[in-house]
Structure formats: structure tokens, C-alpha cells
């Protein structure tokens, strides 16, 4: 199947949700979620990749000042 690279999107860098808990001290957790990946050939799939450890320089510090827990999965 032909990939169309024009109709291709961003993903965004990370998801942040909130969990209902009766202990956390306002009753909510924030948890954000993000991911990194080795780098790939790019031509295919219409995505840039960059170099995940640079993209992890650039996420994580500001998505950590949002959340209580952060997870992070990688495929390295």
C-alpha cells in the first residue's frame, strides 16, 4: 500500500492524563506518557526521525514539571 506523505501527521511528543486516587494529596495524579525510538529510514513512512536522545533532551524536562509520575518507553 502507497504510503501518501502529504496526508502523513505528527505525532504529538507525549499524552498526560489524570488518575482519581484518594491518596494522592489533591486526589488526582497527574501521569504523562512519552515515547523514543531508534532512528529509522524516514523515506517511507513520511516522518522525520531525530536522534532519541536529543528528543528526549527536549520532552522530558518540560513534560516533568507537568506530571507526578512519568513513563517513558523505549525501543533502543
Known amino acids: 500500500v502507497p ?5 502523513a501527521t ?4 507525549y499524552v498526560i ?3 482519581k486516587s484518594s491518596r494522592a494529596p ?23 526521525w531525530r536522534d532519541p536522545m536529543v528528543a528526549a533532551k527536549d520532552v522530558l524536562p518540560a513534560l516533568r514539571k507537568q506530571v507526578d509520575v512519568l ?3 523505549a525501543y533502543m
Open 3 to 7: 504510503v501518501d506523505k502529504k496526508a
Open 10 to 13: 505528527a505525532f504529538t511528543p
Open 17 to 19: 492524563r489524570e488518575i
Open 26 to 48: 489533591k486526589g488526582v495524579i497527574r501521569v504523562g506518557i512519552t515515547g523514543f525510538s531508534e532512528q529509522s529510514p524516514s523515506d517511507e513512512t513520511g516522518f522525520v
Open 71 to 73: 513513563i517513558v518507553l
